[in-house]
């Protein structure tokens, strides 16, 4: 890719996707810029990847013919004032944060940004991420074709409607938390049945990754791999049981509702 790009915030969603990109040579090292308030912290990343980091968020727009805001979503509208005067037609803006749609970065700037929207998720930091892309009004097919290549650096990629982004959020962005937490409570019912928690906590994340892989990678629909993995009357049918007569379904859907509510709710409010 024949673009610089430049990273407003080096936190580490930011660095997973440097270092994606510095991976898959996507682009080369002096085409990423990356602006970071603290000296040392910055330092350490421009010595750890070999790219130029600055402390100026201006700078960084400047030099950039993609800009990536990876920053909290409280502070975009800071940072988007800041930069205002530094963004042209010909520059692209990516929003990562949470609950910020690119039609509220173009109402911010005021003017015909090129904007595209990405809710990626933690697990990019092993190149194993969930992207979702939206483009914006004023992008370019090229843009979104761009901006799909950088998060195909850190793991798969869906192209999305705006307007599913909060369900995203909810769904995958937000979810690695919500299946550390289902991995843990499994790990600790073993360890509650007698196993240490360490040895628990592998045989439940391995088979969760494994159980994952069955369906990306299988083709075969959920509830046939349930039917799969039970035999009548036992072990799994067993514990199957539990599961349906719980409300465990009902509480999944709450998590998922209520995060994709706060994403819309953060989105009106900046």
Known sequence: MDKTIGFIGAGKMATAIIKGLLRSEL????????SEPNKDYAHKIEKELGIKMVHNNREAAAEADIIILAVKPFVVKDVLTEIEDRIDNSKLIVTIAAGI???RVEEILEKHA???K????????LAEGMSAVCKGEHATDEDFENVIKIFESVGRVIKAKEEDIDAITGVSGSGPAFYYYIID???KAGEKLGLDYKTA???SAQTALGSAKMILESGVDPEQLITNVTTPGGTTA??????NESDISEILFNTVKKTAEKSHLM???L
Request: charged fraction near 20%; hydrophobic fraction near 50%.
């Open 201 to 203: 906590l592998l045989l």
């Open 185 to 187: 409570a499994i790990a």
């Open 27 to 34: 682009v080369e090292k002096n085409r990423i810029i990356a």
């Open 238 to 243: 067993e514990g199957n049981k539990v599961l």
């Open 267 to 269: 989105g009106k409010q």
């Open 118 to 125: 990405v809710m990626p998720n933690t697990p990019a930091l």
């Open 114 to 116: 090129k904007v595209v």
């Open 101 to 103: 749609s690119s039609k």
